[in-house]
Structures are given as C-alpha cells and as structure tokens.
C-alpha cells in the first residue's frame, strides 16, 4: 500500500467527517455470499468507517491497517476486533484462506501490481471479494458547478479524477457484478470544509495552497447560503473466488 499523502495526520477528522455505509451494503454482501461467512478480512481499514457495517454482519472480523494513528482510533473503536499493523500486502492470510476480504475505500490504494492476485490467493474456493467506496458529488448541478470553479479557481489541477474499475482487474474470479446505490447527505459550511481535508488531492498540497482551497471554497459556500446536499454515489463491486 502506497499512502503518501498524510491520512494519519488527521486521523481523528477523517473519522468524525467521513460517512460510513449503509445497512443495505451489508445486507447485499450477505446475499451475494450465499450465507454468513466465517470470517471477514478488512485491508485498509483506516479509522473503522466500513468496520462499523462489517461487525454487524455476525461474523469475526479482522483489519489490516499500516498506519499506526488510524489503528489507534481503530482499536479504541472496537475493543473486541484484531487489527494487524501492517499493509495488505506483507499479510499473512491464514492456512487454508479466508471467506471473505472487503475493501472499502482502500482498494486503491494497495499495490495494483498485486491487490486482485494476492486478494484471490488469499479467499477460499468460492469465497467473496467485495469492494466499494463513495463518489462525492452534489444533489444539485448549480451546486455542482459553483463548487467546482471554486476549487479550480484556488487549485488548477482539482478537475474530475477518473478512478481506474475494480471489477476490470478481476479476470481470475468469477461472477464479478457492479452496483451503485445514492443518498443525500446534508453538510453545514464548516463540515464540509472539514470533509475537503480529509481528501488526497488536498492532502497533497503545501499548507499555503490547503489554506487558499478553504478559502475560495468557503466564499462559494458562504453565497449557496452556508450547506450543501451531497448526492453520495455508493460503488459496490463483488466478485466470487
């Protein structure tokens, strides 16, 4: 795993801003399996935000973290769960493999030389892979378009990022089904400042760039009348070892 841009460093932000998953996921990923699994591998859990869904599925889960801030906040969360420091990567799977690995929004960032290899080596016969994460975007296209000149305007390189398709380096499972699922969030002013710094391409950037963002993007939200509605688009990939 390749995290170089400083999510331990606002490991407590990224937990308190962050949405988590609906219950519907958990429910789906029930399904697609067949029945309950044995057991649940999370890589790159970071502060818990997918943990929280996992844990109600009835089955033992374990994390794989490698930073030792996000583990922190990770193990005060949930006492009873077994968090390996380490990245997905240099894991050790069990003998005889795992039921099933989900991966939410880290799937990226695992070494895509390797994740779907050592993800299929790692599963069961018939075992589960499931991915997913969220796209940020709003409920209203006017919304959409103020916001978006407001980070261009403080940051040139902010355009739309185009994330490669898990299900498109799955070749060795089988069943690979996508799904996409939205709810609204609403964000007060000061939140979804907060939610920009938790973002990798702010992260990025020198403190003077970060402080020009908030800035440009605060005025914009201050004249849309101080919140936003997040249309947040829920992307589940799964597939079958």
């Known amino acids: 795993m390749t995290n170089g841009f400083g999510f331990g460093g606002v490991a407590d932000l990224y937990d308190e801003v962050r949405p988590g998953y609906p219950a519907g996921l958990g429910e789906r990923l029930l399904d697609f399996h067949g029945d309950r699994p044995r057991e649940i591998v999370e890589p790159a859990a970071g502060t818990g935000k997918a943990t929280e869904l996992l844990v109600t599925l009835g089955?033992?889960?374990t994390c794989i973290e490698p930073d030792p801030r996000m583990v922190s906040i990770l193990r005060a969360k949930f006492p009873n769960v077994p968090?390996?420091?380490s990245t997905f990567e240099e894991w050790t799977p069990p003998p005889g493999g795992v039921d099933m690995i989900a991966c939410a929004c880290g799937w990226h960032w695992l070494d895509p030389a390797s994740r779907a290899r050592l993800a299929h080596a790692a599963l069961t016969p018939g075992g589960t892979l499931a991915i997913f994460?969220?796209?940020y975007a709003f409920a209203d296209p006017a919304?959409?378009?103020?916001?978006?000149?407001?980070?261009?305007?403080?940051?040139?390189?902010s355009g739309e990022r185009i994330e490669p398709d898990p299900a498109a380096e799955l070749t060795a499972f089988s069943q690979v089904v996508t799904e996409?699922?939205?709810d609204h969030h609403d964000y007060?002013?000061?939140?979804?400042?907060q939610l920009v710094q938790t973002f990798s391409p702010f992260r990025r950037h020198s403190p003077s760039r970060q402080a020009a963002v908030l800035k440009s993007v605060g005025a914009a939200l201050d004249g849309l009348g101080g919140s936003v509605v997040l249309d947040l688009r829920t992307t589940l990939v799964l597939a079958r070892a």
């Open 59 to 61: 089955a033992p889960v």
């Open 143 to 157: 919304v959409e378009r103020v916001i978006g000149a407001a980070f261009r305007a403080a940051d040139p390189d």
């Open 83 to 85: 968090v390996v420091l």
């Open 133 to 135: 994460r969220h796209h």
């Open 188 to 193: 007060p002013r000061e939140r979804y400042l």
């Open 180 to 182: 996409v699922s939205g």
